[in-house]
């Protein structure tokens, strides 16, 4: 038996999806580095990632014109960019139980690969392209749909659509005319499961830190809390500590 005859009963059973194409199910489970080590392999599954990731896109932006009619298309781009982006959709794969049934590189397994962020959220983008090449766009809501409801629940209910950073940049301009400035404190755990710790500085104050498993999300849940901060306290008169206040701030909090 190869590794190609894994079943994947299993996963159709809890996907609740049952392929008449098996073979579409199988691709999209299947990442570069796995073609790279199986000359027998050779297609993976960024092609049906790249017709997912439009189909999601389609089906997320009908879903919430649909639930939500009155409200303006800047506040329908904010909740549609929360549940498309990277972490949410790994969050939706994880659930899938994407990251259990990938079929990747040995290399790419001993370094967590089967639990990476970009690794899950692209798989289950494959996931939904396979999906809609196999029964169609009806399949792919009735899949979809109930995950990304409870996912928006989720967005929110903790602020995670509102884009912190933007908020607290106007504001910080407006009325101290200073830019905020974002630096990593800490980045601790495996690569697949790091954790970054982020302090957003306004002038020489730290008014909130941030964790997250990106730099991007850590520092818009620092620019959160300094915002909340702000409601209930204003702005602080004096720094909460002297370390540390001379030293290079880095405003680059990406993805990495």
Not at 5 to 22: G, K, R, T, Y
Not at 30 to 37: A, F, G, I, K, L
Not at 70 to 91: F, H, M, N, W, Y
Not at 181 to 186: L, N
């Amino acid at each position: 038996m190869t590794e190609l005859d894994i079943s994947f009963d299993e996963f159709e059973s809890h996907l609740e999806v049952h392929f008449q194409s098996p073979d579409l199910l199988v691709r999209a489970m299947t990442h570069r580095s796995y073609v790279n080590e199986h000359e027998e392999v050779r297609r993976d599954n960024e092609r049906l990632e790249f017709l997912g990731d439009a189909i999601l896109d389609f089906v997320v932006a009908d879903m919430l014109f649909r639930k939500f009619p009155d409200i303006p298309e800047g506040d329908l781009t904010q909740l549609r960019s929360a549940l498309v982006r990277t972490d949410s959709l790994a969050k939706l794969a994880a659930e899938a139980r994407v990251g259990e049934f990938l079929l990747i590189g040995k290399g790419e397994e001993n370094n967590g690969g089967r639990f990476r962020v970009n690794n899950l959220c692209r798989g289950f983008e494959a996931l939904i392209g396979a999906i809609y090449m196999d029964q169609g766009l009806e399949t792919v809501k009735e899949f979809v749909i109930p995950r990304l409801d409870n996912l928006l629940d989720y967005i929110i209910a903790n602020d995670l659509h509102i884009d912190a950073r933007s908020q607290l940049q106007e504001r910080s301009q407006a009325e101290l005319r200073v830019t905020p400035k974002y630096r990593v404190v800490d980045a601790a755990g495996p690569d697949h499961e790091k954790q970054f710790l982020i302090e957003v500085v306004i002038d020489t104050l730290v008014i909130g830190t941030g964790l997250g498993t990106s730099k991007r999300m850590a520092a818009q849940s620092a620019a959160r809390e300094a915002l909340k901060r702000l409601e209930t306290l204003g702005w602080p008169e004096e720094p909460e500590s002297d370390s540390g206040l001379n030293a290079a701030v880095d405003d680059h909090t990406d993805d990495s």
